[in-house]
Nanobody, 115 residues
């Protein structure tokens, strides 16, 4: 059974930083596409950043230069360093794992940025 557990969300002022962590169990992240997504009420979940097994990464235009996704295969975890946070970054952030044609989600962690 694959489980993803996010942590590190919270409330900060605009311009601040947060680091999200996602710990995986039941599946190695080493061979999976790992990602961070976010969702606000009334809107679709959107991709924030993806980390590929070959080391490649992609980012949403809205977070380029401010967010960094990384993974630690030994810890079976993925991280999202978020800097220069803006009120529009407020959302529930989800960790996602894609592997063997199956996708898994964490339960989400709330990030709130005040102006």
């Amino acid at each position: 059974q694959v489980q993803l557990v996010e942590s590190g969300g919270g409330s900060v002022q605009a311009g601040g930083s947060l680091r999200l962590s996602c710990s995986a169990s039941g599946r190695e992240v080493r061979t999976a596409v790992m990602g961070w997504y976010r969702q606000v009420p009334g809107k679709q979940r959107e991709v924030v950043a993806l980390s590929y097994s070959d080391g490649g990464t992609t980012y949403a235009d809205s977070v380029k230069g401010r967010f960094t996704i990384s993974r630690d295969n030994a810890e079976n975890a993925v991280f999202l360093q978020m800097n220069s946070l803006k009120p529009e970054d407020t959302a529930v952030y989800f960790c996602g794992l894609q592997g063997d044609g199956i996708g898994y989600w964490g339960q989400g962690t709330q990030v709130t940025i005040s102006s």
